[in-house]
């Protein structure tokens, strides 16, 4: 469970592609919808802008949308050297502890925007955290795209604790999260809509874990039948 919640927290990618994340049209698109989480992404309503993007630490990073490919290119080797240096941010300060990891954020963009000549203003940065509920809604909990580092880090936290408390917990940070947007009520209708469209999976996962179970414990019978029947006389009698 360390080991998980561990490679949750630290996961990041950054490998460079260019994508096309325009909406196909009849089809609408919001948050990172339709977005990769790593490489350049095409934006805006003919795909003419360009932003660069990676995902390091729960947190969806992405740049200012600018019109030239040179821009977006330089904007992603910053992000990759800010995703670098946050590999071992674990071993230095608690991930969960968003004032000190903003702390650490801030000294490894500054020192990744220097490090390739970018003004970290026209840098243009955005954060949005990403929880993994697979196992709960069988996708990712996204919280709110803020410009404010600390602000997103503050929700990731609040995310993440509230996986680890379980399903009531992560609803409800999940509920009030959807309600700065959309309102109580669709907040509510959305998050047990997620909930119940899992249903028919999470079933289908509890069973086989289920058959597994039975099985092991079938063949646990098995093997301790065969070493009975494999016992001398004497054996039978000792045991």
């Known amino acids: 469970e360390a080991a998980a919640r ?32 790593h490489g350049i992404n095409r934006t805006g309503g003919a795909g003419q802008l360009y932003q660069a993007c990676v995902f390091c630490h729960n947190l969806f990073i992405t740049s200012a949308s600018i019109p030239t490919l040179e821009e977006a290119v330089a904007f992603h080797t910053v992000l990759v050297l800010i995703r670098g240096g946050l590999a071992d941010a674990g071993e230095h300060v608690d991930l969960r502890d968003a004032g000190r990891l903003a702390e650490r954020f801030d000294s490894v963009i500054e020192a990744s925007c220097k490090a390739v000549g970018v003004e970290r203003g026209a840098l243009g940065l955005s954060f949005r955290p990403l929880v993994s509920a697979i196992a709960e809604v069988g996708k990712q909990i996204s919280g709110t795209t803020t410009g404010d580092l600390r602000s997103a880090l503050a929700q990731r936290t609040q995310l993440l604790n509230a996986k680890d408390a379980g399903w009531q917990a992560l609803r409800k940070v999940w509920v009030r999260i959807l309600a700065e947007v959309r309102g109580p009520e669709e907040a509510e209708a959305i998050v047990e809509a997620a909930w119940r469209a899992h249903l028919p999976r999470r079933a289908q996962i509890e069973s086989r874990q289920f058959r597994r179970q039975m099985d092991f414990s079938q063949d646990k019978r098995r093997q301790a039948r065969e070493i009975r029947r494999q016992e001398s006389p004497e054996e039978a009698r000792s045991r």
């Open 6 to 37: 561990s490679q949750e927290e630290g996961g990041c990618s950054s490998a460079l592609a260019v994508y096309n994340s325009t909406p196909t049209r009849g089809r609408r698109r919001s948050g990172t919808q339709g977005m990769r989480s």
